[in-house]
């Protein structure tokens, strides 16, 4: 009796099976990026016929797509900083003040979030071509920031939060002056969270593609390039390459982002949790 | 005044802080009301009461963080009005002692006086000086989140005493701290202040803390000042009933006022009879009646055939047991209420069963008069 039972309790063989599946439905795909990347086949196919480099030595000789990596540098670098701006702000607002209307603003900054991309990209292309701007990197931007900023607030909200205020109080009784203890204490605090929001608001923005495919112009960013790379099926070794970096480079940066964002969330609430 | 107390005699008498009338308001509701004190250079003074009493506000306004809504302030004969935190000869030790958790212990002492460049060999001594006062001599380049809650409250000191300040501010320091500690810390911040010379004002809600360290203390209540005397004339004469209950347990009787005179009170009570004693500082008639009151411990258990010249016999109705002493509560006839009386178990007062008829003895100097 006891054994029938023990199979189904936490730990037992099925829930280990389990996970294991769950795994593989989860990274399976993923897995086949890297492995085609490096097959001698251009066709992505089993058998695997011998490694390469071939592919991955090819793309810096493709000027298409080093103007896309440049597009896609430009703009992560400025819907990054120009949302994390914004994003500290808000956060600083919303976790050092009590007014009305608190949670309902905060809930509306944090609601693209959950909205169909589609739709807020169809939506920006409409509001754009309103207001006469003509399509371009800049409009990709704007998208951008929108959808970064709930990343944005998400990372700044949990390196703020418990923020003691005395600390600041502290610095002022020293003698400090109110730009000194900015430099001097609030600025090192939240450091960490503020290199986090940068990191995770370009990785969103290096891999986003519908917004970018409805608000650009003539200049492509990553994705779209790779989208049109698709088309010919004798360049498709050449993005499964491409796509492989680019998933390397988000895997890290978010990983870096998540360690900074725990970092400064444990050093304000070491601080200001204990006795509060 | 009534007496002076040996502190008193030996202190210079300058006045270290005025505080003149001064009021904070929050809308309608005052947080201090009408307040006036003269803290003097080189006291240790607390601002004693429960929370909300206005001590907090009236601390927070001395170090510049709040302004008050009228009145003013001065330090060492400065006004203070219109002169910010960062520009004022005070420092703190706040509540949360709001260590710098990036900074190690030496850049945390160091913090203010970097501002002051007084060159790296100058800094490092001071800051070797003010670690060695707090005793944490060779943790100067522990991090800041790994000390224990004792050691942040002495980094937090060191932090302040470093920039040698006229006035140094304690905010509840020690209420972090579990018990044993905290008792270590009085004796250890009295011992400094005395060392270091520095006017303390600190700021607790813990009547036993207030009376071990102070030089001299004040009592407030809904934002007013109540008393302002020595630990042993607030304990012994307090100037009313709550101000005599905030700082322990004491038997009130009611009584009618016979006689007054500017030092004395004659009174007539249940019980005690007709009693002559000493007013307190700033008694306030308010009427006919006042209250006359006894610590429980000024009571004392008559053994066997043991006389005294006053005494009282009733009956014990409630008996508990604290280790080193013992309440009892005991019903007297012709007392409107019972009294209670804490006995050191020396002699067996924890074998005292419940419905013995014992006597008590009580010395007539331990009886005082108070407003209601």
């Known amino acids: 009796m006891k054994g029938r039972f023990a199979r189904f309790l936490p730990g037992g063989r099925w829930l280990g099976l389990y996970a294991l599946v ?4 989860l990274y399976l795909p993923v897995i086949f990026l890297p492995i085609f990347s490096v097959n001698t086949a251009a066709t992505p196919k089993f058998p695997l016929t011998g490694f390469t480099w071939k592919w991955y030595e090819q793309l810096p000789h493709t000027p298409a797509l080093l103007d ?5 540098l430009v703009v992560g670098i400025s819907a990054s900083v120009l949302s994390t701006v914004f994003g500290i702000l808000a956060a600083r607002a919303i976790t050092r003040y009590r007014f009305p209307g608190r949670r309902p603003i905060n809930g509306l900054i944090m609601a693209p979030l959950v909205l169909p991309e589609i739709i807020i ?6 509001v754009m071509l309103q207001l006469g701007l003509s399509l371009s990197l800049f409009t990709v931007v704007l998208g951008h920031i929108l959808i970064c900023i709930p990343y944005s607030m998400t990372v700044l909200t949990s390196g703020f939060e418990g923020f003691d205020r005395s600390l600041e109080e502290a610095s002022a009784d020293l003698g400090e002056t109110a730009f000194g203890t900015f430099r001097r204490v609030t600025l090192p605090m939240v450091a960490p969270a503020i290199i986090s929001s940068l990191l995770v608001s370009f990785t969103i923005s290096l891999d986003e593609f519908m917004i970018a495919f409805f608000l650009t112009g003539t200049e492509p960013t990553l994705p779209i390039y790779i989208w049109g790379q698709l088309r010919f099926a004798a360049k498709l070794p050449g993005v499964l390459a491409l796509g492989t970096l680019l998933l390397l480079a988000s895997f890290l940066m978010m990983t870096l982002a998540e360690i900074l964002r725990r970092r400064a969330a444990n050093r304000a609430h070491t601080e200001g949790g204990v006795y509060a | 005044m009534p007496e002076r107390t040996i502190s008193d005699r030996t202190m210079p008498d300058r006045v270290m802080i005025e505080i003149d009338r001064v009021t904070r308001s929050y809308g309608a509701f005052k947080a ?4 006036n004190l003269t803290i003097r250079e080189g006291e240790f003074f607390s601002l004693l009461g429960p929370s909300g009493c206005g001590k907090t506000t009236l601390l927070r306004m001395i170090a510049g963080f709040d302004n008050p809504t009228t009145g003013t302030i001065a330090v060492d004969g400065q006004p203070m009005a219109g002169i910010p935190a960062n520009r004022r000869p005070t420092n703190m030790v706040f509540q949360s002692y709001a260590i710098f ?3 190690n212990v030496e850049q945390n002492v160091a913090y203010g006086l970097k501002r002051l460049k007084l060159g790296t060999a100058e800094e490092r001594r001071r800051v070797e000086e003010a670690l060695a ?3 944490l001599t060779g943790l100067g380049k522990r991090g800041a989140t790994e000390l224990s809650g004792g050691q942040r409250q002495r980094v937090a000191l060191a932090r302040a005493l470093v920039m040698r300040p006229k006035v140094l501010l304690l905010d509840e320091p020690l209420s972090a701290l579990d018990k044993k500690l905290r008792e270590q810390m009085q004796v250890e911040l009295r011992r400094l202040q005395k060392a270091v010379g520095i006017t303390f004002v600190l700021v607790t809600h813990d009547q036993y803390e207030a009376l071990a360290m102070s030089d001299r203390i004040a009592v407030m209540f809904g934002g007013r000042i109540a008393q302002v005397d020595s630990p042993k004339d607030i304990y012994q004469r307090p100037v009313n009933r709550q101000v005599a209950d905030f700082l322990g347990g004491m038997n009130f009787v009611r009584a009618d006022i016979v006689d007054e005179t500017g030092t004395s009170l004659t009174v007539d009570t249940l019980g005690f009879g007709r009693v002559r004693t000493d007013k307190p500082s700033a008694f306030v008639r308010n009427g006919g009646t006042a209250t006359l009151g006894i610590r429980p411990e000024r009571l004392r258990v008559l053994w066997d055939d043991e006389r005294s010249e006053f005494e009282v016999a009733g009956e014990v109705v409630e008996r508990h047991y604290f280790g080193e002493v013992t309440h009892l509560v005991v019903k007297i006839p012709g007392f409107e209420a ?7 178990n020396d002699f067996g007062a924890d074998d005292l069963p419940l419905g013995a008829e014992i006597r008590l003895a009580y010395d007539p100097e331990a009886l005082v008069a108070m407003a209601d």
């Not at chain 2, 201090?32 to 307040?35: I, P, R, S, V």
């Not at chain 2, 019972?338 to 050191?344: A, G, M, Y």
Request: charged residues 10%; proline residues 6%; without cysteine.
């Open chain 1, 68 to 72: 896309a990596a440049w597009n896609s």
């Open chain 1, 22 to 25: 769950y795994v593989i439905f």
């Open chain 2, 133 to 135: 006062q707090v005793s």
């Open chain 2, 32 to 35: 201090l009301d009408d307040a």
């Open chain 1, 121 to 126: 990209a169809i939506s920006m292309l409409l």
């Open chain 2, 338 to 344: 019972p009294l209670s009386v804490i006995e050191t």
């Open chain 2, 101 to 103: 958790p990036h900074l």
